[in-house]
C-alpha cells in the first residue's frame, strides 16, 4: 500500500481481510478491530465522498453485503495481542504478503490467551 495515514492502513486492513475471507468461502464473519474511528466511518450514514479513502470505505461496504452474516466489532488492542504478534512477523518478512493456513508455532500461546 505504500506509505499512507494509520487509519487508511486500517481501511486496507479490513477490506483486505474481508476480500480474503470471502475468496475463501467464509459468509459468517465477526471481525475485531482497535480502530474504532474505521468502524465509525464504515457504519456512518453521512457523505464520505470527499474523504481521499472513501473508495476503501465503499469497496468495504460493497464486501459486506457479500457476506450472510457479518458485524464488526470494536476491540482494546490490549485484548488482542495476537494481533500484533502477528504485525511483527509481517515486518519480518520485508513487505511479502502471504496467507497462513496454520499459525506460526511463536503466536499458539497467545492465540489461546486472546481468544
Do not use: V
Amino acid at each position: 500500500i505504500g506509505f499512507c495515514s494509520s487509519i487508511e492502513s486500517k481501511f486496507w486492513g479490513l477490506r483486505n481481510g474481508l476480500h480474503i475471507a470471502i475468496q475463501r468461502g467464509f459468509s459468517k464473519l465477526i471481525i475485531l478491530t482497535d480502530a474504532q474511528t474505521a468502524i465509525d466511518l464504515i457504519n456512518s450514514t453521512n457523505d464520505l465522498s470527499s474523504r481521499h479513502f472513501y473508495t476503501l470505505i465503499f469497496d468495504y461496504r460493497f464486501l459486506m453485503k457479500q457476506t450472510q452474516y457479518h458485524h464488526l466489532h470494536h476491540t482494546f488492542r490490549e485484548a488482542n495481542k495476537s494481533t500484533d504478534i502477528f504485525a511483527k512477523i509481517g515486518l519480518d518478512r520485508c513487505g511479502s504478503f502471504c496467507i497462513l493456513d496454520i499459525p506460526p508455532a511463536c503466536i499458539l500461546d497467545q492465540l489461546c490467551i486472546d481468544n
